[in-house]
């Protein structure tokens, strides 16, 4: 970073470097265009080197000079030739005030044109300067002329610092702003994107069973079609909750809670209950852990149950979670080959996870195909592992409860 001056780099990303500011439009140009005539109309007073040189001069020099305000282009042709203009109203003459102009001059194209700009021309004056003092015109004034000139491109150098910062915070500022709606975007659509696919898919497990069971068993069927409706009612609070998050002035308190650690065995029942083999252990107390990190378990076993479901229906799923001192590990294990996706679930495990600072991987491995995400625990927090004397399994078996926890 840059030490010597404000600077901020690491926040533009990409903004590029500041576009010239130019002179405010409006009153403020004709305002600078009127000191300025004002000043080259007093230096050709003197009438140097004689009345009509010096009134061309003192015109060609407005002109060129309120082109230069307006924005005009090239500006170099344009400060050349409004310069050239007061060196012929003041050639050989120290002390005409004329001078003064070849200042304003100088701030104006630090101004409109940027800094190295500037000192280039502010240099140039500055060599024209030394050669009437040491050549042509032994005059004192000269230093003093130098002098002013230097402070002057100093001055607007300062402020010209000043309006790059302003315009690359602008810059920060809007590339932030586009970057937290992006991120907003995303998590949204994760969200939407667990809450819709693991309700279709859960629901469309218990409509198969009642299409199945409503000749022969009609009872069953009707429990089917009542839970595939208490699912599609829980989704759509779901989706109305993570809508409302959308809303500036929405109230949190009216929405549902956010499912966490300690909703992953009614995760798993529901799945259960649909007619998948999942089985869940759980070691440790996973009540202590964060809303966030609870938030994220509970996400990635959806999706991973989801897909399991979708892509290899009726292979045995083993459900482990750990809750270590320094980490929480959950672990799901597929007997059942993987299919052939959109790969968009995999890679919201993956985000989620990255957003904690853990990882998740998903592969074969283990039965057949292995889901495995490791999230850390916040620095300084109770131990959720330690939170119990000794590890508590949890091995339900299909449509029993643990003795630890219920599952539903």
Request: with cysteine; net charge neutral; aromatic share 4%.
């Amino acid at each position: 970073m840059w030490r010597r001056g404000r600077s901020i780099p690491i926040m533009l990303d990409g903004a590029g470097p500041a576009h010239p500011a130019g002179i405010p439009a409006g009153w403020p140009r004709w305002a600078a265009v009127g000191v300025y005539a004002l000043v080259v109309t007093v230096g050709a007073v003197r009438l140097n080197p004689s009345a009509p040189a010096a009134a061309t001069a003192a015109a060609v020099s407005v002109a060129a000079a309120a082109v230069l305000v307006a924005g005009g282009r090239p500006r170099p042709l344009f400060i050349a030739v409004a310069s050239a203009g007061i060196a012929v109203l003041g050639i050989n003459q120290a002390s005409n005030v004329g001078w003064f102009a070849v200042c304003l001059l100088a701030i104006w194209y630090v101004y409109a044109a940027g800094r190295l700009a500037g000192l280039i021309y502010g240099a140039c004056v500055l060599v024209f300067a030394a050669v009437e003092l040491v050549w042509f015109d032994a005059d004192p004034g000269w230093g003093a002329w130098m002098g002013g000139m230097t402070l002057s491109v100093l001055g607007a150098l300062l402020v010209r610092h000043e309006i790059d910062l302003v315009s690359q915070l602008r810059a920060a500022q809007a590339g932030l702003a586009e970057r937290a709606r992006a991120e907003e975007r995303s998590r949204i659509g994760r969200e939407l994107h667990d809450v819709i696919a693991h309700t279709l898919t859960v629901s469309l497990l218990h409509i198969t069973s009642a299409r199945l069971a409503v000749e022969h068993e009609p009872d069953d069927a009707a429990r089917a079609l009542a839970e595939a409706e208490r699912l599609g009612r829980e989704s759509l609070e779901e989706v109305r909750t993570v809508v409302g998050m959308l809303h500036e002035h929405g109230g949190a308190g009216r929405f549902a809670p956010l499912p966490g650690a300690d909703t992953l065995p009614a995760l798993v029942e529901r799945f259960r209950s649909a007619g998948a083999d999942v089985t869940l252990s759980v070691h440790g107390d996973p009540r202590p852990l964060p809303a966030t990190t609870g938030l994220a378990l509970y996400r990635i076993l959806q999706e991973a149950l989801t897909n399991t479901v979708k892509h290899a229906p009726g292979a045995p799923v083993r459900v482990r979670l750990t809750v270590g001192t320094d980490a929480v590990r959950l672990e799901v294990d597929s007997a059942g080959k993987p299919g052939v996706g959109s790969g968009l679930g995999l890679l919201s495990m993956r985000e989620r996870a990255e957003l904690l600072g853990g990882t998740c991987t998903a592969g074969p491995g283990g039965q057949g195909w292995l889901v495995t995400a490791t999230l850390p625990l916040t620095p300084g927090q109770p131990s959720p592992g330690q939170s119990s004397p000794g590890q508590r399994s949890q091995e339900p078996s299909a449509g029993q409860p643990s003795p630890d926890r219920p599952a539903g």
